[in-house]
């Protein structure tokens, strides 16, 4: 064969020492980027699955249980993981405002549709609420973002 291995390396038998690798802090990255942003839109869309939202009270719980928990995992992740979080955190919040806004209309139907259930808050809610959670979320990122935090150079 005439590509054998040499077989010239020194056996070493002291601890393997890890290098931080630029492909694997990239993949790293990545990864919470789309972790985070997956999280963040299915914390803000299952209460839409749970909650009747064409009710107020139904509103609140959803935005309760929904858009709070999710603003709270943003700041977390903004915290923690720098770019990568603010990156994960607003993506998944700007496809939740997407949602959320498509959701609204499609309940605001109920007020030229007999069959559906005419929802009790006021038409200008349909877009604000969306609107809000995107602003708020841009909001968070930049104030809890960590402007003063020295990354780890990789060599």
Not at 27 to 41: D, H, N, P, R, S
């Amino acid at each position: 064969m005439p590509f054998e291995p040499l077989k010239t390396d020194e056996p070493y038998d002291g601890p393997k020492i890890k290098k931080n690798d630029f492909e694997n802090h990239l993949m790293g990255g990545c990864a919470f980027v789309t972790v985070t942003a997956f999280l963040v839109y299915g914390l803000v869309s299952w209460p839409y699955l749970v909650f009747p939202v064409h009710t107020v009270p139904g509103m609140q719980d959803t935005l309760i249980y929904g858009m709070l928990p999710a603003m709270i995992l943003g700041m977390i992740a903004t915290r923690k993981a720098g770019p990568a979080g603010v990156a994960g955190f607003l993506g998944g919040a700007l496809c939740s405002s997407v949602f959320t806004y498509l959701r609204l209309q499609e309940i605001m139907l109920g007020k030229s549709v007999a069959d559906l259930p005419a929802p009790e808050w006021p038409d200008r809610l349909s877009w604000a609420i969306p609107l809000g959670g995107a602003l708020a979320a841009v909001i968070l990122a930049l104030a809890i973002y960590p402007y003063r935090k020295k990354y780890q150079e990789l060599s």
